[in-house]
């Protein structure tokens, strides 16, 4: 029924356009963010035809005898258009399964996107691995996410902190100036979790630039001095804080949260959604419970980032 495609780069124009039409992708299903680590994963992304019309697209790439969709992005799983129904989603998982099985696949681990990045109802999805593929649950990470028309108010604690950086007279502006919170970034990671942003200055870079619209920084200074930055990744239904991070005395004037204050509240307080991003602790599915507690302070509670797993 489903003519299956692998993707190739002459296919890049068609694989953008569907992108911008289906009911669920976002600009990091864009050929120009997603291969921007192409070098680190061997793409095996697919491209599914129903009667000459494309209908759904997989971001995905192998590891051996795993296809993954996909481990170099937040989420990932089908992206389809508004016309193609439950039953259709159903059929295609399986003659997904046998074109898996034909390339010599033996398992997949299977990203879905998130619901509040979805622009219409688009979970057909989920019901097809389940029913299908027998599908099991392989790992969760615990976002948090504002919903804009039911926002909470803020915690005294972060109502405090933004006082505190208001009464300092910290400004918070748009920035182009990466090489300048990448400092800040990479030196408070290092000290707290002795890592580093998954993303290097070039890349970031990079990708603001094919993306001004969508990949945008703010700082929050103080005389000429950097004390908090903030990388956002803005799409149709939500704002995600991609990258947040404060030097020791932005930390104490609440130089975050006047941030937060300015784009929650203010300049993208018309999308539906905040997001945070997830608090597990490096390597583990466990909770930062110090991180968490910050991002619920601001009015955010609880969103699944799932990875399902089945075997072929």
């Not at 970031?204 to 956002?232: C, T, W």
Request: net charge neutral; aromatic share 12%.
């Amino acid at each position: 029924m489903f003519e299956i495609r692998r993707y190739v780069s002459e296919h890049e124009s068609e694989w953008n356009r569907f992108v911008v039409q289906s009911k669920n992708g976002t600009f990091l299903f864009n050929r120009s963010y997603m291969d921007y680590h192409r070098d680190r994963f061997n793409d095996h992304s697919l491209m599914f035809y129903l009667d000459g019309r494309l209908c759904a697209l997989m971001p995905a790439h192998e590891e051996g005898e795993i296809f993954c969709t996909h481990r170099g992005l937040t989420y990932g799983g089908l992206v389809m258009d508004s016309k193609t129904t439950a039953a259709q989603t159903v059929i295609l998982f399986k003659e997904l399964n046998d074109y898996l099985r034909n390339h010599g696949f033996r398992q997949v681990l299977y990203k879905c996107v998130p619901w509040i990045y979805h622009q219409m109802a688009a979970e057909e999805d989920l019901y097809a691995i389940s029913r299908v593929c027998d599908a099991r649950l392989a790992s969760r990470d615990l976002g948090t996410a504002i919903v804009q028309r039911n926002a909470i108010r803020w915690e005294r604690i972060r109502r405090r902190a933004l006082k505190r950086a208001q009464e300092a007279g910290v400004v918070v502006a748009r920035s182009n100036d990466y090489a300048g919170f990448w400092d800040v970034l990479n030196g408070n990671l290092a000290q707290k979790y002795n890592s580093r942003p998954v993303h290097t200055l070039q890349e970031i870079e990079l990708l603001s630039s094919r993306f001004p619209k969508n990949i945008v920084l703010y700082l929050a200074q103080k005389d000429g001095e950097i004390l908090a930055g903030m990388v956002l990744y803005v799409s149709s239904q939500v704002v995600r804080a991609q990258y947040s991070s404060a030097s020791p005395l932005g930390k104490q004037l609440g130089a975050i949260d006047i941030i937060y204050d300015q784009v929650i509240n203010h300049d993208y307080r018309e999308l539906p959604y905040f997001e945070f991003g997830t608090s597990a602790l490096s390597n583990t599915n466990a909770i930062n419970e110090s991180l968490i507690f910050q991002k619920e302070g601001f009015g955010g509670r609880g969103l699944c980032f799932d990875t399902y797993q089945w075997e072929l």
